[in-house]
């Protein structure tokens, strides 16, 4: 089974930037597209952004959309997403996955990191 490990978040002010990992182990990682998502407390996982197996193609859905960009390091095994212009609204706890399609529900997730946009 595929491993995820996310990192990088932390607390930003508004306004700010923040580049988030997830580094993968345990498969092909160039055979997957990649996933990021995030879940405010009380609230449900939501995606984020996708990249295909590739790199060549991205998709984006909600607030983020607009200011942030997914990319990844095939080499690294890693998907980063990198978001600017940062609010409040975006505090949440953001994790990656595997193979992201409407509607898919996934019985494993890291950890996620931790993001908190806070003057």
């Excluded at 997957?32 to 060549?56: C, H, K, L, N, S």
């Excluded at 080499?75 to 609010?87: D, W």
């Amino acid at each position: 089974q595929v491993q995820l490990v996310e990192s990088g978040g932390g607390l930003v002010q508004p306004g700010g930037s923040l580049r988030l990992s997830c580094t993968a182990s345990g498969g092909t990682f160039s055979s997957y597209g990649m996933g990021w998502f995030r879940q405010v407390p009380g609230g449900e996982r939501q995606f984020v952004a996708a990249i295909t197996r590739d790199g060549g193609s991205t998709y984006y859905l909600g607030s983020l959309k607009g200011r942030s960009t997914i990319s990844r390091d095939n080499a690294k095994n890693t998907v980063y997403l990198h978001m600017n212009n940062l609010q409040p609204e975006d505090t949440a706890v953001y994790y990656c996955n595997i193979d992201p399609t409407p509607g898919k529900t996934y019985d494993y997730w890291g950890q996620g990191t931790q993001v908190t946009v806070s003057s």
